[in-house]
């Protein structure tokens, strides 16, 4: 089948919801331009007036705490920036690295500087290797698509659980939407904090207990969120945020290195969207990072067309990573050129939380403690949650 490209940004028929209005824009550029005119193109002044209120919300609900939020830092782009943010704005956060054996030296040599450069307090959240390796043994064994998923989910789940035992409410996220907006429906679990998934699929290919990894079920969540008021807050949408000016501005303040591609600061990352997916799946994820940043007008098409002609990564190192992630999850040659062959399964071919008996245990979950939560926020022993659309 031929290859039909949108006429507007890098997506094409790889992906499997696309679609073409009759002048050849496919339906995610038309949903990033809805994003234009409700969200992004709202005026600077209004934006930071509603910034300015959720910071003043941020710190009034935390001033009797040593913290006032906790960001999660990866030592990518966008969390270093974050918390470079964060000290403009004079929050007090407690920064989280969340260590699953698959750091580059890149990464910790950025956190590294952060941490000192910032002076901010860190936690390293180091998972239990002989567990995670087998979940992710698992998840490869599954044939599933989305082979980030566990680090994903535990991220949050680790994110909940230090800010719960800080008693932190407000957990920064540094997600932004000018160069995060388009993501092709099938290219990643639909649901990324799917307990009930990933539960699935490790006792069904596991093969030892997981006893100390966190964990993050429905259930669990909602009881952070509804009881103990802790909220994500999503930030960077309030202020321009340009590629390539930010990097410059952490690599000027706070001595960042770049390791080139988003995500690239993990070395499972590297190998999984710029060996794995294309090879496995066809599907490479530069079309999509490429793509936010035409629709964000920060390069142009003929730009991203160009970016695209090189390589994901070297060819040399692509191989490397292959060697080393097999050895480290004790996989054979055999095993990976059947795994890499193997069309994907969905995520949904296993038990999921949209489960008639999950969801109504979470209805009766809701219900019970739907009146003591608004009385217990109107006397005020509950925070009420910053409103952040």
């Known amino acids: 089948m031929e290859l039909v490209q949108c006429t507007k940004c890098l997506l094409d028929t790889t992906a499997p919801t696309i679609t073409f209005d009759k002048e050849g824009k496919c339906n995610y550029c038309v949903y990033f331009?809805?994003?234009?005119?409700?969200?992004?193109?709202?005026?600077?002044?209004?934006?930071?007036?509603?910034?300015?209120?959720?910071?003043?919300?941020?710190k009034k609900n935390s001033k009797k705490n040593e913290y006032d939020c906790i960001i999660g830092l990866s030592g990518g782009v966008d969390s270093s920036y974050l918390c470079y943010m964060a000290k403009q704005w004079n929050l007090r956060p407690l920064l989280v690295h969340f260590d699953n054996g698959w750091n580059t030296e890149h990464a910790v040599k950025n956190i590294e500087n952060i941490t000192k450069i910032l002076n901010y307090d860190l936690i390293t959240y180091v998972l239990n290797w002989e567990e995670f390796k087998d979940l992710q043994r698992s998840y490869f064994k599954s044939n599933v698509l989305d082979l980030e998923m566990p680090t994903d989910q535990l991220i949050g789940a680790a994110l909940y659980e230090i800010a719960y035992k800080k008693k932190i409410k407000y957990i920064l996220s540094g997600h932004n939407l000018e160069t995060e907006a388009i993501n092709p429906v099938g290219w990643t679990c639909k649901i990324k904090d799917d307990y009930e998934n990933l539960k699935?699929?490790?006792?069904?290919?596991?093969?030892?207990?997981?006893?100390?990894?966190?964990?993050?079920?429905?259930?669990?969540?909602?009881?952070?969120?509804?009881?103990?008021?802790?909220?994500q807050i999503i930030l960077l949408n309030y202020i321009p945020y340009n590629k390539a000016e930010v990097k410059q501005t952490i690599i000027d303040k706070i001595g960042w290195t770049d390791y080139g591609w988003k995500h690239f600061e993990s070395i499972f990352t590297r190998f999984y969207q710029g060996y794995i997916l294309p090879n496995k799946a066809n599907i490479d994820k530069r079309k999509m990072h490429l793509s936010n940043l035409v629709m964000s007008h920060q390069i142009t098409k003929a730009e991203a067309v160009k970016e695209?002609?090189?390589?994901?990564?070297?060819?040399?190192?692509?191989?490397?990573?292959?060697?080393?992630?097999?050895?480290?999850l004790d996989f054979d040659e055999e095993f990976m050129t059947g795994f890499l062959?193997?069309?994907?399964?969905?995520?949904?071919?296993?038990?999921?939380?949209?489960?008639?008996?999950?969801?109504?245990?979470?209805?009766?979950?809701?219900?019970?403690?739907?009146?003591?939560?608004?009385?217990?926020?109107?006397?005020?022993v509950l925070t009420k949650p910053i409103q952040n659309n």
């Open 33 to 58: 331009e809805t994003l234009e005119e409700s969200v992004l193109k709202v005026p600077i002044d209004r934006k930071k007036e509603k910034l300015l209120s959720i910071l003043d919300e941020i």
């Open 308 to 328: 695209m002609e090189k390589e994901s990564y070297p060819m040399s190192m692509q191989l490397e990573d292959r060697e080393y992630v097999m050895k480290k």
């Open 341 to 380: 062959s193997n069309k994907p399964i969905a995520h949904e071919n296993y038990k999921t939380n949209q489960q008639l008996k999950i969801r109504i245990l979470m209805f009766l979950l809701k219900s019970v403690l739907y009146i003591p939560v608004r009385i217990l926020r109107f006397v005020g």
């Open 200 to 231: 699935d699929i490790h006792q069904q290919f596991g093969s030892i207990k997981i006893r100390t990894l966190p964990k993050l079920s429905i259930y669990r969540k909602y009881i952070y969120e509804v009881v103990f008021g802790i909220q």
